[in-house]
């Protein structure tokens, strides 16, 4: 403990040094950020969905503008942050400047942003929030190895299954309403992704541990609310030192996540010792002949980011077209007379179901499942006459690329037709990344 508290306080000093001279170095070379926004905590952001008021400030501001303040310091900690680099949030507004940075300049612009309060949850071990390099790169092989094109029929009785629950339960409420209808989607949800990735049904136990660990991930990333985010040095403060509260909360967040992980890969290597297991993504990939060339605990990363990243955009896809399709009796027959000319078979291909993948695709842009999408840059850049410093923060606005007005036609109304025009933007190219990821 006495070494701990000595070496922060050996550090902290360090830590501003160099954060000076970057500064220094930064504003002799730098250029003109874009133009600046109003503060993070300006009332004019939304914090519960700041897509929307960044969508109002590109009016006004430009496709690409930046946010220099987005926590509040307090004195003198704010002096202390004046002595340090401060990296910007910078946001795009316009699908072709994110084409350019995220895909075209994708060597540069494919790391993720730090967030000091994430890593104190111990989250850098999800997929989602990996710095880019090897260890990415492996996760994502192993990704693909499972749920790309060619491997994906794999999986189609375990849906297919599953699908046929789905209704029978959503057919047998007795008091059908939205709300009871959206459990019953994410209960099935959650069942069949636990299945995929390890092989046997999810415990009550579980999906309420994975619950709380989703609302503790979703608070260490809420806007403005860490000053551990514009002060990373914090991170360097013990526990059990006075007033760290914030400290002792990250800890015990990041013991709960630690669980959900291990436990569930933990059991699914039981079942394969017992000769139990069904096929999941934990046992193929643990039996797979290069299986030595990735980690066990690479392979646990993976599952686990499989789990979290899965329900929360499934769930929100599904009940975004669950509930519009409610409001709309002639779309609902529409896919029924196209489900019965195909046999009723709910994995047909894409061309046989036209109808029904429009329907998606204007779920994706009427709601994106990530209507923020965050990079960072590994190098200082120039991007025209704005300069984007190393570390930046960048926030693809997909959402509003979404509800582009001159692009879409109404874009807050729900129309699947929309996609009958070839030429029109398709959702899936843009709602779950560019480039490198």
């Known amino acids: 403990m006495l070494y701990s508290t000595v070496l922060t306080i050996l550090t902290i000093p360090l830590l501003l040094l160099l954060g000076w001279i970057r500064r220094r170095t930064l504003s002799k070379h730098a250029g003109t950020l874009p133009p600046a926004a109003l503060s993070l905590l300006s009332s004019s952001v939304s ?3 700041p897509w929307k008021s960044y969508s109002k400030l590109a009016k006004s501001l430009g ?7 987005t926590v509040k310091t307090p004195f003198p900690l704010s002096l202390i942050q004046g002595l340090l680099p401060q990296y910007p949030w910078i946001v795009l507004d316009d699908v072709t400047d994110m084409l350019e ?7 540069v612009f494919s790391d993720r942003p730090h967030w000091p309060m994430v890593h104190l949850l111990g989250r850098q071990a999800n997929v989602g929030f990996m710095h880019y390099g090897i260890k990415l790169n492996m996760a994502r092989k192993l990704l693909h190895s499972e749920f790309s094109g060619p491997h994906l029929s794999k ?18 409420e007795t008091q059908s309403s939205d709300s009871s ?13 636990f299945r995929v990735t390890y092989g046997t049904e999810a415990t009550p136990e579980f999906l309420s541990l994975a619950n709380e660990v989703n609302k503790q991930t979703g608070a260490a990333l809420q806007p403005g609310r860490w000053l551990v985010n514009a002060l990373p040095f914090l991170a360097h403060i013990p526990p059990w030192f006075p007033g760290a509260s914030v400290q002792r909360w990250a800890r015990d967040a990041k013991a709960l996540y630690r669980r959900s992980v291990e436990e569930p890969f933990e059991q699914a290597k ?20 290069d299986s030595k060339s990735h980690s066990e605990q690479l392979i646990m990363s993976a599952a ?36 019965i000319r195909e046999g009723l078979d709910p994995l047909a291909a894409a061309t046989k179901l036209p109808v029904f993948e429009n329907i998606m695709k204007e779920g994706l842009r009427f709601n994106p499942p990530i209507p923020l999408l965050s990079r960072s840059p590994t190098n200082d850049s ?3 006459r704005w300069f984007i410093p190393k570390g930046s923060w960048m926030f693809a606005n997909i959402w509003s690329i979404m509800h582009d007005a001159t692009v879409f036609k109404n874009p807050d109304e729900f129309d699947p037709d929309r996609f009958l025009d070839p030429l029109i933007r398709d959702p899936t190219a843009f709602t779950f990344g560019f480039g490198r990821r």
Do not use: C, H
């Open 47 to 49: 914090k519960n969905q």
């Open 101 to 107: 940075l995220f895909q075209k300049r994708s060597e």
């Open 155 to 172: 999986w189609d009785t375990l849906l297919k299954e599953a699908i046929s629950k789905l209704m029978d339960e959503l057919s047998s």
């Open 304 to 339: 686990g980011s499989i789990f979290v990243a899965g329900v929360g955009t499934t769930t929100d896809l599904l009940e975004t077209v669950f509930v519009l399709l409610s409001r709309n009796p002639a779309l609902q027959e529409r896919i029924y007379t196209e489900l």
């Open 382 to 384: 120039k991007y025209g």
């Open 181 to 193: 209808n959206r459990m019953v989607l994410r209960r099935n949800i959650e069942q069949v992704i």
């Open 63 to 69: 496709p690409i503008f930046s946010i220099t303040r």
């Open 270 to 289: 039981q079942d394969m010792r017992e000769d139990t297991a069904e096929p999941s993504f934990v046992y193929n990939r643990l039996v797979a002949e």
